[in-house]
């Protein structure tokens, strides 16, 4: 079992940043990949971020590219996600999640944290 808590998300201006944080405890952190993935009012749970095992490679979703920079740290088994000149449209639920497979896929996650609100006004 993996136990995944996620904070620093809140309230900011359009253009503004923000700095999420998944601490995980449990199974050997190092042996999974990470993903942040996200979820708006009436939308499906969208892809956003992943990291391999040894955080050598990154995915992002289009919509994301070039603004957010997903990051860990295996020595203090974290994940972050640095969020740079949000907009309205990023603001949702963001999920952090541990899985054995390197995916841009949902189902490919088997543990996930219970979220944390990021809102974006204009």
């Known amino acids: 079992q993996v136990q995944l808590v996620e904070s620093g998300g809140g309230l900011v201006q359009a253009g503004g940043s923000l700095r999420l944080s998944c601490a995980a405890s449990?199974?050997?952190?190092?042996?999974?990949?990470m993903a942040w993935f996200r979820q708006a009012p009436g939308k499906e749970r969208e892809f956003v971020a992943a990291?391999?095992?040894?955080?050598?490679?990154?995915l992002y979703a289009d919509s994301v590219k070039g603004r957010f920079t997903i990051l860990r740290e295996n020595a203090k088994n974290t994940v972050y996600l640095q969020i740079d000149s949000l907009k309205p449209d990023d603001s949702a639920v963001y999920y952090c999640?541990?899985?054995?497979?390197?995916?841009?896929?949902?189902?490919?996650?088997?543990?996930w944290g219970q979220g944390t609100q990021v809102t974006v006004s204009s």
């Open positions: 999640a541990a899985g054995p497979i390197y995916s841009v896929r949902a189902e490919s996650y088997s543990y």
């Open positions: 449990g199974r050997t952190f190092s042996a999974y990949t």
């Open positions: 990291i391999s095992r040894n955080g050598v490679s990154t």
